[in-house]
């Protein structure tokens, strides 16, 4: 889950003027960041082994 704080430090790091759309972007990619930590925290991950089985059963 996002943090005001760690909403601020994205604002910050941008530069003095800026669009919407980067800041939404810059806020959707530190969301999916987060959501991708707590996948690993709730185990829900794949070994390289499994992804590559899976690969090519889509690229068939």
């Given at each position: 889950m996002l943090t005001?704080?760690?909403v601020r430090k994205t604002i910050d790091r941008?530069?003095?003027?800026?669009t919407?759309?980067?800041i939404v972007?810059?806020?959707v990619i530190l969301n999916r960041i987060e959501?991708?930590?707590?996948d690993i925290e709730e185990g829900r991950v794949f070994?390289?082994?499994q992804?590559?089985?899976?690969l090519k059963t889509w690229l068939k």
């Amino acid at each position: 889950m996002l943090t005001k704080e760690k909403v601020r430090k994205t604002i910050d790091r941008l530069p003095e003027n800026f669009t919407i759309d980067q800041i939404v972007e810059e806020l959707v990619i530190l969301n999916r960041i987060e959501e991708g930590l707590k996948d690993i925290e709730e185990g829900r991950v794949f070994t390289t082994d499994q992804v590559k089985t899976e690969l090519k059963t889509w690229l068939k």
